[in-house]
């Protein structure tokens, strides 16, 4: 039994370590997650910056070369904002699944806890039992004696 509790202990630690090991893949993909969505904010933000700016510009009058040039660059944003937002829902995706691992390597080590805790709880019974048995073979014999001596004792 004390084989099993020593086994049972081995597959705490290595439980924690994995636990510990999500938690840690957890606030990686939260820091991948957070700085995609920084990321494709930054690109929004500088697109809506840029198509202000030049808009503000084309009232003013421009060239056709200017113009051109203009849409090109907004199409290669476009791209880029697409790409950004691309990678952000992968972060997200990859963030959701950090979570589920987490939460079945969580699930797993409370199931070992549990069963240590029943283990001890069984050990500590059979203890307990061990000890009764003990304490009533002990009186048993108390009593025996305590006839024996009272028959040989003259009255």
């Not at 597959?11 to 969505?37: W, Y």
């Not at 000890?131 to 009272?150: C, G, P, S, Y």
């Amino acid at each position: 039994m004390v084989q099993r509790m020593q086994s049972l202990q081995m597959l705490l630690q290595r439980e924690q370590q994995h636990c510990d090991q999500a938690q840690s893949a957890l606030r990686r993909a939260d820091d991948m997650a957070r700085g995609a969505r920084e990321q494709r904010e930054q690109l929004l933000a500088y697109r809506r910056e840029y198509q202000t700016r030049w808009t503000a510009q084309f009232n003013q009058g421009g060239t056709m070369d200017i113009l051109l040039c203009y849409r090109s660059f907004m199409q290669r944003l476009d791209q880029a904002v697409a790409l950004q937002t691309r990678q952000a829902e992968l972060s997200e995706l990859h963030l959701a699944q950090a979570r589920r691992d987490l939460m079945e390597s969580e699930r797993r080590l409370a199931s070992v806890r549990k069963l240590i805790e029943r283990r001890a709880a069984e050990l500590a019974h059979a203890a307990r039992q061990r000890e009764q048995k003990l304490t009533d073979e002990q009186a048993q014999r108390m009593r025996w004696n305590n006839t024996q001596r009272d028959r040989l004792l003259p009255q």
